[in-house]
T-cell receptor, first 112, second 110 residues
């Protein structure tokens, strides 16, 4: 069974630009969660999608948004990038029972 | 509210035991433990549910004390492969939305 796939693995963007990250969950998983990981703040929950609907949201500004498609693939968008958005963005998928989150390798975003 | 992990870092020799604690100021419904090696994705170790259930995984086990709102991860006879950062995540909705602690960096030396 293929794992969670995130693309791209690395990105360098300039302040003010926008970026879109992609996540393909494990086949059959309908829940996709996004996390931001930084050395200072650790792993912080961004939002979670289930069957194309945002079901949970963390405490991030509106510049962070996401969506989920009918095949459960999810995208995360960050607009008007700031230097502080530099981080490892992880997505995780889980099945119907929500007991285990399977993480992807992450996308390392650097804002310069 | 983010759970608090202790210690923040620990260095052991191979074969020694370690305990990592995770405390929350909020009522715990489930505690999820993950290990992340440098440059890799966090990997699920175990989940503990309300009721004080103790789960095991190889030589790694954990406990969940509802009264104290605390979970502890026990690593017995540690191996070099145990090195990494351990995170506890708490959730009231399973794995959909986890609030993670700051992590405990574990280094195992030969």
């Amino acid at each position: 069974k293929a794992g969670v796939t995130q693309t791209p693995r690395y990105l360098i963007k300039t302040r003010g630009q926008q970026v879109t990250l992609s996540c393909s969950p494990i086949s059959g998983h309908r829940s996709v969660s996004w996390y931001q990981q930084t050395p200072g703040q650790g792993l912080q929950f961004l939002f979670e999608y289930f069957s194309e609907t945002q079901r949970n949201k963390g405490n991030f500004p509106g510049r962070f948004s996401g969506r989920q498609f009918s095949n459960s693939r999810s995208e995360m968008n960050v607009s008007t990038l700031e230097l502080g958005d530099s981080a490892l963005y992880l997505c995780a998928s889980s099945d119907l029972y929500n007991t285990e989150a399977f993480f992807g390798q992450g996308t390392r975003l650097t804002v310069v | 509210q983010q759970p608090v992990q202790s210690p923040q870092a620990v260095i052991l020799r191979e074969g020694e035991d370690a305990v990592i604690n995770c405390s929350s100021s909020k009522a715990l419904y489930s505690v999820h433990w993950y290990r992340q090696k440098h440059g890799e994705a966090p990997v699920f170790l175990m989940i503990l549910l309300k009721g004080g259930e103790q789960k095991g995984h190889e030589k790694i086990s954990a406990s969940f004390n509802e009264k104290k709102q605390q979970s502890s991860l026990y690593l017995t006879a540690s191996q070099l492969s145990y090195s990494g950062t351990y995170f506890c995540g708490t959730g009231i909705q399973g794995a959909q939305k986890l609030v993670f602690g700051q992590g405990t960096r574990l280094t195992i030396n030969p």
